[in-house]
């Protein structure tokens, strides 16, 4: 019995384990919980405008990289560069 394509694809998808979403992957918890933090150039806010409009998120809190920290923020220094061949 000859198989069609969408059949085809139906049996090859349903071997696959479903997705799962990360515990607090929106930062509804309004905190950092099962994330690893390095630095300080992220925190969560729950603000819902700023002076230009509002955030648009989907819940109440969300992770802003200005917020917190405004331009003061610091992260994990970046990795070497390597050196740029002369040519």
Do not use: K
């Amino acid at each position: 019995m000859p198989v069609v394509p969408w059949c085809a694809a139906l049996l090859i998808a349903s071997t696959f384990a479903p997705v799962t979403t990360p515990a607090n992957a929106d930062f509804e918890l309004c905190n950092t919980t099962g994330w690893t933090i390095t630095g300080n150039a992220f925190s969560v806010s729950s603000a819902a405008t700023w002076w230009g409009g509002t955030y648009d998120q989907h819940g109440n809190c969300f992770l802003s990289g200005y917020l917190g920290n405004a331009d003061t923020a610091t992260g994990p220094p970046p990795p070497p560069r390597s050196p740029r061949p002369i040519s």
